[in-house]
């Protein structure tokens, strides 16, 4: 049985108004983000996925929204610009933080610096620091990785993974499982986050965001390389 897939009526004209513009001449990445600030769903299942775009009614992924919009101009989107957004999070025209925001709107783009801060940054503390326990492990000549991530928690939370996972789902209700899907993940790291900023000394959350950012900032210099290599490799392809 084919899929009925209910779509509100924002959520309709933002569809409608991201081909219309294609159609007229706009370039698609502006009319893709005029798309999102007319979007309305804070989540939905379309082609046997579920979205959600908005993370604890706080925290915005506009590029899961942006994901699903794109397979509404399926065709009349270029398909490199397209995965270069997607994948790599390079956007295919230079915007300022002022157009961005006005294009997609200042709630979301609220919500969206809580995304940045609360969900991917978190991520890459989290990360940045299990990376320096490694290391140093690694100076002692200890070789082996169990424990590591938990450490790491630690360092930042004052608890393992575990515990604080568990903490998490007593709050929201959640039941308990050995497993998690991704939808729960981003809440977890959002919900993380929050609980960092209030338990931890000022001074020491400020020092753990910007390790975070540097390591961020690092990726995302990686990820333009890689995209600019995979480009050129394209084009000489063709040649």
């Known amino acids: 049985m084919e899929e009925v897939v209910i779509v509100s009526m924002n959520d309709a004209q933002a569809i409608q108004q991201l081909k219309s513009a294609i159609a007229e001449g706009k370039h698609w990445y502006v009319a893709l983000l005029e798309a999102i600030k007319l979007w309305a769903s804070t989540e939905e299942d379309y082609n046997e996925r579920h979205y959600k775009y908005l993370i604890d009614n706080e925290a915005f992924d506009w590029l899961i929204l942006a994901e699903r919009l794109c397979e509404e101009a399926d065709g009349i989107i270029p398909e490199k610009e397209r995965s270069k957004l997607l994948f790599f999070d390079q956007a295919p025209i230079e915007l300022t933080k002022d157009e961005f925001k006005n294009l997609i709107g200042g709630s979301k783009y609220q919500a969206y610096l809580n995304y940045l801060y609360g969900i991917l940054v978190e991520r890459f503390l989290i990360l940045a620091i299990t990376e320096e326990i490694r290391k140093r492990k690694r100076v002692l000549g200890l070789y082996n990785d169990d424990g590591v991530v938990d450490e790491a928690y630690q360092h930042i939370y004052g608890a393992t993974q575990m515990e ?75 040649e």
């Open 164 to 238: 604080l996972l568990k903490r998490f789902r007593k709050e929201k209700h959640y039941p308990h499982s050995r497993s998690i899907n991704l939808s729960e993940l981003d809440e977890f790291t959002y919900w993380l986050f929050k609980y960092r900023v209030k338990t931890r000394d000022k001074s020491r959350v400020a020092s753990d965001t910007k390790k975070a950012l540097v390591k961020l900032h690092g990726l995302l210099k990686l990820k333009t390389e890689l995209a600019g290599s995979l480009s050129s490799r394209s084009s000489a392809g063709r």
